[in-house]
Each structure stands twice: as structure tokens, then as C-alpha cells.
């Protein structure tokens, strides 16, 4: 009893201070400061179309690249948990039928889901998307992929490579970018004027090639995120 | 009644949301409905942040024919703010880091004691 009062008087707190932020508040009606600059100068200086991107991947960059290093941390954390033996790829799992509709719905679905993750992250800097949100539409596929099949064997060996590489060629790019450019992930790897034509799919210097590889990775650290669940169940 | 504009209304779903998301980390027994909670409160702030960059009237922060349509020749006084969705779109992968971790420790907690009720794990309660 005491308890659930208590509950009651914290949100009713946080609902009070939640209530006066909301009735001072004035919705803004003009960019101001950094903001102003990004706007304004983010595609000159960086020749993308979406200024979300030029900031997340050029500006930010050393940001994006900690939170690909977080998502790495996140995938060990838990290969450390559900630790996997060898023979464990291989066991099989009882489980009920999977419904005739899913498995023939997954094998149309699935390479359409791949190819759209694709496009979703090859088109970051001129279409709400990119690198992110492309890993996590491939991951998609292989959550389907597991629940019409749950004992798929997902060739491990594949996901490490590819996400292995794809870490790699990310620091690389950005390294190029000290070197051919003006600093650790400048995207002006091509010099100066080799920005390509605005809004075309060939543009923004290194982020589409730098999104692509942020792309791989996601979408090869979630799918293994997912297979180590998917695999450790047998246990339980 | 008064005009309610767009960046009123996100605020709001964003404080409604944490606020249910809050309730329900503080009120739930089973872990995995537990671990929900977190994902609402964590939209929730994920909604906040994005409404305050909201600026009246202005279109999304991609340089394409909608721009072009607000009628400013100038791209900064045509668009919302872009750092504040930056920051989300960090914030939401950070968001589903923590929620794949607290789902594995969510399994290895059952496999210890075969279940989920947050109240069976006294082991440090004296």
C-alpha cells in the first residue's frame, strides 16, 4: 500500500513538472546559433541533401563512429553472456510447426527486405535514412528469416567477416580523411570539388561509401545479436 | 479552443509517454514487462528532444523541392532544426544497445531461476 503511494506521488511529481515546462513553452520560430550554420552552409560545405546526414556522419563523425564502438560493445557484452559452444550452431531446437503462410511469405519477402535495407542505406545523404536504419531493415530479414525457420543455420562466419571488414574500412575512411583531406572523417576525400552534383546518388564525397559500411555492420552485429539469442534457447 | 501547434502536441505525446514508461518500471513485476518500460520511456525522451527542435511552420531538414516550396531562398529559414534529430538518431541506437543487453541478462536471470517475477530474486535482500 505504502508502496504503491509512493509510486502514485512520483508521477504525480514528474507529472507536475512535466505540466509547467509544457504551459511555458513557446514553439521556436527561427534556427539560432550552430544550428543556423548547419542550415545554412551544410551543403556547401558537405554536399548533402539530407543535413540530418551531413551532421550524423561529417560534423559528428567522431560521434558516429563511438556509437558504431557502442553497438560493438553491446554484441560482445552479450556473446560473453549467451556464451555459445561450437556444437551449439549445429544443435536443432523442438518447436512447434511454423505456419505455411510465414515460410512461403519469408522466402518472397525476404530478398525484398535485403535490397530495400540496401537502398535505404546507399541513399542516406539524400532520403530520410542511412547507415543505422539500413543495418536494422537487414536485420529485419534475418528476424524473419529465424521465425520461419527457427534451427537456420546463419553461416557465423560470414557475419564476423562482414562486420569485421566493414569497422575496419570505417576508421580507414576516416583515416584517408586526415591524410587526402582536412581531418580524421572529412568526407572531401576526392578533393575539393569532387563533391559530385548535389543531390545525385554519386555526391557528399565519402559519406554514401562510409554509410554503407556503418550499413553492413549494424545490420551483420544485429543478426548476430539475434542468432545468439535464438541459439542459446535450447538451455532453457 | 485555442490552436494547439505541432510542437505542442509532440511535446505533450513525449511527457505522456515518459510518463507511462515510468509507471510501469516502477510498478511492473515481470521483468520482461519491465524491460518494455524502459523502451516506452525511452521514446518518450527520444519524442521530447525531437519536438524542441521543432520550428513553426518549417519542413523537414532534407534540401529537396519541399524547400523549395516554403518560398525562402535562404535553406535556413525554411527547415527545422537538424542537430536535435542528430542527437536522437544517437540516442536511439545507444536506446537499442541497452534494451538487447537487459533482454540477455532477462534470459540468463530465467535460466538461473526459471522464471521472470522480479520478486523471486531476493538473493541480496536480507
Known amino acids: 500500500m505504502l508502496r504503491n503511494i509512493l509510486i502514485a506521488l512520483v508521477i504525480l511529481v514528474m507529472g507536475y513538472m512535466f505540466y509547467n515546462t509544457y504551459s511555458n513553452y513557446e514553439t521556436r520560430t527561427e534556427l539560432a546559433g550552430i544550428s543556423q550554420h548547419f542550415a545554412a552552409q551544410g551543403a556547401q560545405e558537405v554536399g548533402a541533401a539530407n543535413l540530418v546526414t551531413a551532421i550524423v556522419v561529417t560534423y559528428r563523425g567522431f560521434d558516429t563512429l563511438g556509437e558504431v564502438t557502442i553497438l560493438f560493445l553491446t554484441a560482445s557484452i552479450i556473446a560473453f553472456f549467451l556464451k555459445l559452444k561450437d556444437e551449439d550452431y549445429d544443435s536443432s531446437i523442438d518447436h512447434r510447426e511454423t505456419s505455411e503462410l510465414l515460410v512461403t511469405a519469408s522466402q518472397v519477402l525476404i530478398p525484398i527486405i535485403f535490397l530495400f535495407g540496401i537502398y535505404v542505406f546507399m541513399n542516406g545523404h539524400l532520403t530520410p535514412g542511412g547507415g543505422f536504419q539500413g543495418g536494422a531493415i537487414i536485420a529485419t530479414g534475418v528476424a524473419l528469416m529465424i521465425m520461419a525457420n527457427p534451427n537456420v543455420r546463419l553461416n557465423y562466419h560470414v557475419i564476423h567477416w562482414v562486420e569485421s571488414v566493414s569497422g575496419v574500412s570505417f576508421v580507414v575512411i576516416g583515416i584517408l580523411g586526415m591524410v587526402l583531406a582536412g581531418g580524421f572523417l572529412d568526407n572531401k576525400i576526392f578533393g575539393q570539388d569532387g563533391l559530385g552534383e548535389f543531390g545525385t546518388l554519386f555526391s557528399a564525397g565519402a559519406i554514401p561509401i562510409i554509410y554503407s559500411f556503418v550499413g553492413l555492420k549494424v545490420g551483420a552485429e544485429i543478426s548476430n545479436i539475434l542468432n545468439k539469442y535464438q541459439k542459446s534457447q535450447k538451455e532453457a | ?126
Open chain 2, 1 to 126: 479552443m485555442e490552436y494547439i501547434d505541432l510542437g505542442h502536441i509532440s511535446l505533450l505525446i513525449g511527457f505522456l509517454l515518459i510518463l507511462v514508461g515510468f509507471w510501469g518500471v516502477l510498478t511492473q513485476k515481470n521483468i520482461i514487462k519491465i524491460i518494455v518500460g524502459f523502451s516506452i520511456l525511452n521514446t518518450g525522451i527520444n519524442i521530447l528532444i525531437v519536438s524542441l527542435g521543432y520550428v513553426k511552420g518549417k519542413t523537414a531538414p532534407i534540401i529537396d523541392n519541399a524547400v523549395a516550396q516554403t518560398g525562402y531562398h535562404d535553406v535556413s529559414a525554411s527547415v527545422v532544426d537538424p542537430v536535435p534529430q542528430a542527437l536522437v538518431l544517437t540516442a536511439i541506437v545507444i536506446g537499442f544497445g541497452v534494451t538487447a543487453l537487459m533482454l540477455a541478462y532477462a534470459m540468463k536471470l530465467y535460466k538461473a531461476k526459471k522464471t521472470l517475477e522480479i520478486n523471486k530474486f531476493n538473493d541480496l535482500k536480507w
